[in-house]
């Protein structure tokens, strides 16, 4: 259980992850309405992307040895506000420059702010952080389901510059948190070790959790982005539908981290990994091969259900594994990720355009055998109690 001196803190962390989801669906539900207002081309939209995840994989990089260096409040509150001025500029942008530019820097800060909740909530629950990241997960899930929620039903009434200049507004909610919250103490105020850095980041192990969630994130991009595309294009599904289907796919998700915060410690993390995995592996093939609609359904529910666990619990091993460092751990893990989330969807662009929309899903089949067999190398090197590699 986390200390009680830190309870306040906990309930700020999980208002960032909220706002970080909201972050992360930004730019496809806003994508439509921007078409419309500022003209681009849609082949223009690409750099859109590129410029927010680009800067969002550079933050995802340097919050991690600032925060174990400095402490996590300032790069917290740099990060909101970041993003507060970045969906007031995106409010007011009016030319494609201008939407680079926000987006970037809405990028920057969710990428910082991402990262910093994840390894601050890992640093408070030393007992329990499997059960915390999990449910850092399900509030990250409704942020993310949010902000289409919330352009479907004001959109038409209060326009897209209103709805922009409320979600700045809502950011400030996590900053006034971080700003009254108390506090870790920075875990390096001296400065770093050059030399246990070099420990830490020689450590097979953190590049296996890397790769491992390189893998996930690329099943949970991919999964999310073509999903509602092959379901209407080979199977049939009206847009609503396949719609349908897919809040299925992020209902089942968020279903099964709220259930492992409550539950999943009754099970090692490795054998939640391995279990997962067993689910995921089976249900995307089933997607990839299916023609029944109804069973196209039922796997891509048991496919986020299966995805549901893998990402919060591979980084409470990392956490675990890492505590003097976690900032820094968890900076090249989510940099391994973010890559893997830019590359599989792009990936399964590539195939589907020469062998069909199925295609897509024969990489969240190869990213979930990868997880497997990831996992199994893991724990039996955790098995194996190896220390972190010392320093030479």
Known sequence: MVADRYRGLEFSIYSGAFVFGIVMSALGAILPELFATIGFQKADAGGLFLAMNATMLASSVLFGPVCDRFGFRGPLLVSTLLIAGAFGALAGAGRYGSLMVSLGALGFGGGALNGGTNALLNDINPARRQAALNRLGVFFGCGALFMPFLIGLLLAAAGMRALLFSLAGLTFVPFALFLTSRFPAAKHV?????????????????????????????????????????????????????????????????????AVSKWGGRIASSSLVLGSALVALPSCLGLSF???????????????????????????????????????????IFGMAL??????????????????????????????????????????????????????
């Open 190 to 258: 001296s400065g770093f070790s050059s030399r246990e850095v070099g420990a830490v980041l020689g450590d097979p192990l953190l590049f296996l959790f890397g790769f491992l969630l390189f893998f996930q994130s690329g099943n949970e991009f991919t999964m999310g982005g073509w999903t509602s595309t092959h379901l209407a294009q080979s199977l049939g599904f009206s847009t609503r539908a396949a719609s349908f289907a897919l809040t299925g796919y992020w209902a089942a998700m968020m279903i099964g981290r709220l």
């Open 290 to 332: 299916t023609g029944r609609p109804w069973m196209a359904s039922v796997t891509v529910a048991l496919a986020g259900l299966g995805f549901a666990a893998i990402f919060p619990t591979t980084l409470a091993q990392a956490g675990a594994r890492f505590e003097r460092y976690s900032g820094t751990a968890f900076s090249l």
């Open 339 to 392: 890559s893997g989330g830019m590359s599989a969807p792009w990936l399964a662009g590539r195939l589907t355009q020469q062998h069909g929309t199925a295609a897509a899903f024969w990489v969240t089949s190869f990213g979930s055998a990868s997880i497997l067999v990831l996992q199994l190398v893991i724990g039996r090197m955790l098995r194996m109690r190896l220390p972190v590699a010392e320093p030479v």
